[in-house]
């Protein structure tokens, strides 16, 4: 029996990066995900969308339980919540990255899966599941690739709110090393959540933050 993947050891590049800011080549990974728009501290739809993507995400690792596994399906990890975020009006992000207005929030919300999960693995999971759960609306739910390239990252320790301070300095290492933001592009604003906030004082959340950039 192959060993289970546990994210944390095969992927520590991507989230268990140090704490301080760094360049990295973002592979091209696959997801499930919802879009979004608003606080997400109080919008009913951004809790609505992280219960639809663990709910799929387990529904796809418990396959082997009942025989429906996808092809070359092997035990592992559930990845962890992440976020790629923007604002409809950029005149709200101010010189420091403080969000004044934060219902402005453009988001996606996502699970990254095994190389194993096919489109129809992922019909196949999504079918069950609305069997199971008949009142989870998971029609807003997508499987995609997404393939980040160059960006500048760190891991921040601490509260969400306190953020700032470590993109600043990301900001300043990118700028040090000729690079410019590439949100022109598309890409965007991307967080990982590697702390459950149920269960961890705020001073010791910590969470994966990422910016796209490119040679100046």
Request: proline content about 7%; some cysteine.
């Amino acid at each position: 029996m192959s060993e289970k993947l546990d994210y944390k050891k095969a992927y520590k590049e991507l989230f268990l990066p140090p704490a301080h800011p760094h360049l990295i080549e973002v592979p091209d990974m696959l997801f499930i995900a919802v879009d979004g728009q608003g606080d997400p501290n109080t919008s009913p739809a951004y809790q609505h969308a992280v219960e639809v993507l663990y709910s799929l995400s387990y529904a796809i690792k418990m396959s082997k339980m009942d025989g429906s596994q996808p092809e070359g399906y092997h035990e592992y990890t559930v990845f962890p919540l992440e976020g790629l975020w923007s604002l409809s009006n950029l005149d709200d992000i101010s010189a420091t990255y403080e969000i004044k207005d934060k219902s402005g929030f453009l988001w996606t919300s996502m699970i990254r899966q095994p190389a194993f999960v096919t489109q129809a693995a992922f019909e196949q999971a999504r079918d069950k599941l609305a069997k199971k759960k008949p009142g989870l609306d998971l029609s807003a739910a997508r499987l995609m690739r997404y393939h980040e390239g160059l960006c500048v990252q760190m891991m921040h320790t601490g509260p969400y709110d306190a953020e700032p301070a470590t993109v600043r300095a990301m900001t300043r290492f990118m700028e040090e090393q000729g690079h410019v933001h590439d949100f022109d592009s598309g890409r965007r604003h991307h967080e990982i959540y590697i702390s459950d906030p149920r269960k961890t004082a705020p001073d010791k959340m910590k969470t994966v933050l990422r910016h796209p950039v490119r040679k100046a």
